[in-house]
């Protein structure tokens, strides 16, 4: 189960900070990140962060955006400055855990939103 949080209201240029909880079958989590959908269009990839800690960004976000994972509690961050109003959406944190028997699973959170007021 993820659980995310943080999304809320702030102005062009401001920043906010989203946090997701893994909890359950977490000790094979590969993979997390957070990804965002606005109305119409398809979910996008925003980061993502490996065990190792490797990251990868959509250009978009690039030099704004920072992910940041605590493997201990099994949380991810996304710390998102010099927000635009092309920002504002929902976003979803991901996670790709390993099932025993099954393979890797993609699993999603409830989706926080994200509004940025110009």
């Known amino acids: 189960q993820l659980q995310a949080s943080g999304g809320g209201l702030v102005q062009a240029g401001g920043s906010l900070r989203l946090s997701c909880a893994a909890s359950?079958?977490?000790?094979?989590?590969?993979?997390m990140g957070w990804y965002r959908q606005a109305p119409g269009k398809q979910r996008e990839l925003v980061a993502t962060?490996?065990?190792?800690?490797?990251?990868n960004y959509a250009d978009s976000v690039k030099g704004r955006f920072t992910i940041s994972r605590d493997n201990a509690n099994n949380m991810v961050y996304l710390q998102m400055n010099n927000l635009k109003s092309d920002d504002s959406t929902i976003y979803y944190c991901?996670?790709?855990?390993?099932?025993?028997?099954?393979?890797?699973?993609?699993?999603w959170g409830q989706g926080t939103l994200v509004t940025v007021s110009s």
């Open positions: 991901n996670a790709v855990i390993y099932i025993q028997y099954v393979g890797l699973r993609n699993f």
């Open positions: 359950g079958s977490t000790s094979q989590i590969n993979r």
């Open positions: 962060i490996t065990n190792d800690g490797s990251t």
